[in-house]
């Protein structure tokens, strides 16, 4: 429609818009004849409109009676000939407009109309995201289902999804009083994200082609700087995670502690043990009640939101349209997604995790963890449980020792009797 069309010209930051737009008469005559084509447009509406203008029976309309007769006791037509649904005290929103809200309709245009008005709103009020923008437009329109359209609008938007996460996330540890170690990359978690893209979940039935692709993703999060380290990997087995961790840790040092989830068959295999045994790493894992106990699921959520965000802002039809997504750009937008936050300061850091991480002076391998005086290991061993079974043996010899004196001493007493 050209009026639709005429309004898009105002959907596009404030600074990009003409001198000669920014009236407010002239956005307001084109959202009025945006309106009154949707009004149009809607059957409900049209009918609603003749009965207000007393030109149709409500008699006459059939099924629809009713509900067109309990509309027409809320609504009226203003001096525009628009029509508007009267104020609702019980509406925590309470409209701009004294007369009212604009009836939009239930068409398809109207569904246009309000994304258009989504976009204009979002970027004249500065990104202030999917609830902020729907409580604005509730004030001088209404529509069924508006809130999903205008998150299925703006949802994508970078901006917000980045400033709604620094909201909602604490990235950083910033008790420092309860910190368990003062040095970087001393303590670090490690999750597996995946499967990405998989064409069946049967190993038998899986080709050759989908074999040699990347499905999984190890993460490695530095417990106090945020610095996080990703590498693809084509299968979770115990063997190839243990392979890119040997990797990582030759890379960037080895840590004192590897904190992982409650998790029995991958990250507490065997080859896994022998890796961080060989490093000179303690395995602690999170209880078994709470996996959002893990100091990296904060950082990991936002890294899926921004993946997501990249793959929506992809054109789908056009010269500069991408291919399909596949598991492999999916893969590779989440470690950009990884990478920009590495370079993004958190909270009270003036640095990023990147310089913070390659500032520090890392444990060689080989030294004994318990050594090294940076981590509170009391208050590590009071929140999370060792997987090293062998202390646990030693801690409790001379317990089973007792038991068994004890229990010597009571079978004797029993044979002397």
Not at 307 to 316: D, E, F, G, I, K
Not at 352 to 361: A, E, I, M, N, R
Not at 373 to 378: E, K, S
Not at 407 to 412: A, F, H, Q, V
Request: aromatic share 8%.
């Amino acid at each position: 429609r050209l009026e639709l069309t005429a309004l898009m010209d105002y959907a596009k930051p404030t600074e990009r818009i003409g001198t000669g737009l920014l009236q407010d008469s002239r956005f307001t005559s084109r959202v009025n004849e945006c309106v009154l084509r949707a009004q149009e447009l809607d059957g409900d509406t049209r009918d609603l409109r003749a009965i207000l203008q007393g030109k149709t029976a409500t008699s006459t309309i059939g099924v629809r009676a009713t509900r067109l007769q309990r509309l027409s006791k809320i609504c009226f037509l203003d001096d525009d000939g628009l029509l508007r649904r009267y104020p609702e005290p019980h509406r925590l929103t309470q409209p701009s407009n004294e007369k009212g809200v604009l009836h939009l309709g239930r068409t398809l245009y109207s569904a246009f109309l309000v994304r258009v008005l989504a976009v204009i709103f979002h970027y004249l009020f500065g990104h202030l995201g999917s609830k902020r923008v729907h409580n604005l437009l509730r004030k001088d329109y209404w529509r069924d289902a508006m809130f999903k359209l205008v998150r299925l609008t703006i949802g994508s938007c970078i901006p917000c999804l980045k400033a709604r996460a620094t909201r909602q996330h604490n990235y950083l540890v910033t008790q420092v009083q309860t910190l368990l170690t003062e040095g970087l990359w001393q303590v670090v978690g490690v999750d597996l994200a995946g499967p990405y893209g998989r064409s069946s979940t049967t190993a038998t039935d899986a080709t050759t082609e989908d074999t040699n692709k990347s499905h999984y993703l190890l993460l490695v999060h530095d417990y106090v700087s945020g610095y996080t380290v990703a590498r693809p990997l084509r299968d979770s087995k115990s063997t190839t995670v243990a392979s890119a961790l040997d990797c990582v840790f030759l890379e960037h040092g080895s840590p004192a502690v590897l904190l992982t989830d409650h998790d029995r068959t991958i990250l507490s295999g065997k080859a896994v043990k022998l890796t961080l045994a060989r490093h000179g790493t303690r395995h602690y894992v999170l209880p078994g009640y709470s996996y959002h106990l893990g100091f990296w699921e904060r950082a990991h959520k936002d890294f899926v939101e921004v993946t997501r965000a990249l793959q929506a802002s992809r054109p789908v039809t056009g010269p500069h349209a991408s291919a399909p997504t596949t598991e492999t750009s999916y893969i590779a937008d989440y470690m950009v997604a990884v990478r920009a936050y590495n370079h993004t300061p958190r909270l009270w850091a003036n640095v990023t995790p990147f310089q913070l991480h390659f500032g520090y002076s890392g444990r060689l391998p080989g030294l004994h963890p318990e050594t090294n005086n940076a981590v509170d290991w009391d208050t590590l061993n009071m929140r999370y449980a060792s997987t090293n079974i062998v202390d646990f043996i030693q801690k409790n010899v001379p317990l089973l020792t007792d038991a068994r004196e004890k229990m010597e001493t009571t079978l004797g007493e029993y044979l002397e009797l």
